[in-house]
């Protein structure tokens, strides 16, 4: 398994590590408050973490949808985040012109589901050293990310994260096949399971996607029953009023007891594959 640094812990050898934040940028005070909540758990419980949050959506259902603060506001809030907080940051990238300059500020740039077959922009992304997070398709097989890899490969940078989201299933609707985990961790990099993104219900309200997430929690637990190396959720201090994805947001008050959770499950399937 190929290990990758950030910060100050590695992906792929450690313990279970988190990527967390609001879906999207609504504003410097709440992307900031949001921040400091989830960094005084998570040191409190000693675990990994990875901020997250987008500057710009742009595969948002309808064009009237709130997006973010644009590219230049949203990356002056997360510099901000990264050098307040001393925290790796994560956010993703909907076109190649924005990689170098998004680049600047993440640890860890993601290729959205939407974008995992484009090739232009992973290998843009994979060209600048940075860790780079591929987010499974919903319309691909597992085995298929193994040629988004390649991609990445093709550049040198083999700094490389997967990440599963669910599959579409029928209209407005995903399922979780748990198979996709050992098989994408088969090629050799860490994979990373979309525990809130994977309950969403794409377009399911009309204009807007909606989600249940109160499956969250369970289907994170079974992937970290069958094995990962990380949980990606987004959250948000009122999931109800969120600007985007709050059907499926996680919401802030109940984190410590998922990760209390998720933690406990990981040492514990670790401690059978040691014995």
């Given at each position: 398994m190929k290990q990758i640094r950030v910060k100050d812990f590695s992906i792929g050898s450690g313990p279970l590590f988190f990527i967390m934040g609001p879906c999207v940028i609504e504003s410097e005070k709440a992307a900031l408050a949001t921040l400091d909540e989830l960094k005084r758990i998570t040191s409190d419980l000693k675990t990994p973490f990875v901020f997250k949050s987008s500057y710009d959506k742009a595969n948002r259902t309808s064009v009237k949808s709130y997006r973010g603060p644009g590219i230049k506001e949203g990356l002056r809030i997360l510099k901000k985040a990264k050098d307040e907080f001393d925290v790796p940051i994560l956010?993703?990238?909907h076109c190649k012109e924005d990689v170098a300059e998004v680049a600047e500020v993440a640890d860890i740039i993601q290729i959205p589901?939407?974008?995992c077959r484009q090739t232009d922009i992973i290998v843009e992304t994979a060209k600048t050293g940075r860790v780079i997070n591929i987010k499974?398709?919903?319309?691909?097989?597992?085995?298929?990310?193994?040629?988004?890899?390649?991609?990445?490969?093709?550049t040198g940078n083999d700094n490389i994260i997967l990440t599963e989201r669910g599959a579409s299933f029928g209209y407005n609707n995903l399922v979780v096949d748990f198979r996709s985990l050992p098989i994408m961790r088969s090629f050799g990099y860490p994979v990373v399971f979309d525990a809130t993104h994977s309950v969403q219900i794409?377009?399911?309200?009309?204009?807007?996607?909606?989600?249940?997430?109160?499956?969250a929690r369970h289907l994170a637990r079974a992937a970290v029953a069958v094995g990962v190396d990380g949980v990606f959720m987004e959250v948000h201090s009122d999931p109800d009023k969120a600007l985007c994805d709050g059907p499926n947001s996680i919401d802030l008050k109940d984190v410590k007891g998922i990760l209390e959770e998720l933690t406990g499950i990981d040492s514990l399937v670790k401690g059978f594959t040691r014995a």
């Open positions: 956010t993703d990238v589901a939407f974008l499974k398709g919903q319309f691909i097989a597992p085995p298929d990310m193994n040629q988004s890899v390649q991609k990445a490969l093709s794409p377009g399911g309200m009309g204009t807007c996607s909606g989600g249940d997430r109160t499956m």
